[in-house]
């Protein structure tokens, strides 16, 4: 193992992949404009009150929507929903991403994608400048859950599911 000031950013991004993670898009909505993005970064930060934490990149066109909407979405992606990630991941206008459909409105007027294995509503409480990233951490105050629905993974930059025999299968990248 090496160690030392300056690891490259490539290395620790190749090693970060092998950090196995669900997928999820985190959406926000203010004065009639949707946006949202493909995020990993997620966790889970106390349970009273509920509350998450995701990580975004400070120049995404998400983050100053969400900033004036006070508020965001998280909705966690299933297995059959690779095309999603990669539709939100793209750096295309917002109009794009939610042109086609296949999301609905939760009670906070934020756009949640349909089929979601669950999908949280929540209140932005802080956002915190982190280097090249905003840490965003939000109270929950709505939650939807699909019982049924199996979870979209990512792997070594590739998306995975789980088989009905536990082995994870990897399926295609990103791009
Ligand atoms: C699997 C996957 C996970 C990602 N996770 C994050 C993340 O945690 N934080 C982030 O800022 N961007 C993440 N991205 C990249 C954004 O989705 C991408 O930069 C997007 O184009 C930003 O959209 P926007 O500028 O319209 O908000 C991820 C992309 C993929 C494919």
């Given at each position: 193992?090496?160690?030392?000031?300056?690891?490259?950013?490539?290395?620790?991004r190749?090693?970060m992949?092998?950090?196995?993670?669900?997928?999820?898009?985190?959406?926000?909505?203010?004065?009639?404009?949707?946006?949202?993005?493909?995020?990993?970064?997620?966790?889970?930060?106390?349970?009273?009150?509920?509350?998450?934490?995701?990580?975004?990149?400070?120049?995404?066109?998400?983050?100053?929507?969400?900033?004036?909407?006070?508020?965001?979405?998280?909705?966690?992606l299933?297995?059959?929903?690779?095309?999603?990630?990669?539709?939100?991941?793209?750096?295309?206008?917002?109009?794009?991403?939610?042109?086609?459909?296949?999301?609905?409105?939760?009670?906070?007027?934020?756009?949640?994608?349909?089929?979601?294995?669950?999908?949280?509503?929540?209140?932005?409480?802080?956002?915190?400048?982190?280097?090249?990233?905003?840490?965003?951490?939000?109270?929950?105050?709505?939650?939807?859950?699909?019982?049924?629905?199996?979870?979209?993974?990512?792997?070594?930059?590739?998306?995975?599911?789980?088989?009905?025999?536990?082995r994870?299968?990897?399926?295609?990248?990103?791009?």
């Open positions: 193992m090496s160690a030392g000031p300056s690891v490259d950013p490539e290395r620790f190749h090693a992949g092998r950090w196995a993670t669900g997928v999820s898009i985190v959406t926000a909505h203010h004065e009639g404009v949707d946006a949202g993005l493909t995020v990993n970064a997620l966790l889970s930060v106390s349970l009273r009150p509920p509350t998450v934490l995701v990580s975004l990149q400070r120049d995404v066109d998400t983050l100053p929507v969400l900033r004036r909407a006070g508020g965001f979405g998280v909705s966690f299933a297995a059959d929903q690779p095309e999603l990630s990669r539709r939100f991941a793209q750096s295309v206008p917002s109009e794009a991403k939610f042109r086609d459909g296949g999301w609905h409105r939760g009670s906070t007027g934020v756009p949640l994608i349909d089929g979601a294995v669950a999908a949280l509503e929540c209140r932005l409480v802080s956002m915190t400048p982190t280097f090249d990233h905003e840490l965003v951490v939000g109270e929950v105050v709505g939650i939807e859950e699909r019982p049924d629905a199996e979870p979209l993974l990512f792997f070594r930059g590739r998306y995975a599911d789980v088989e009905r025999d536990g994870i299968r990897l399926g295609g990248g990103p791009g």
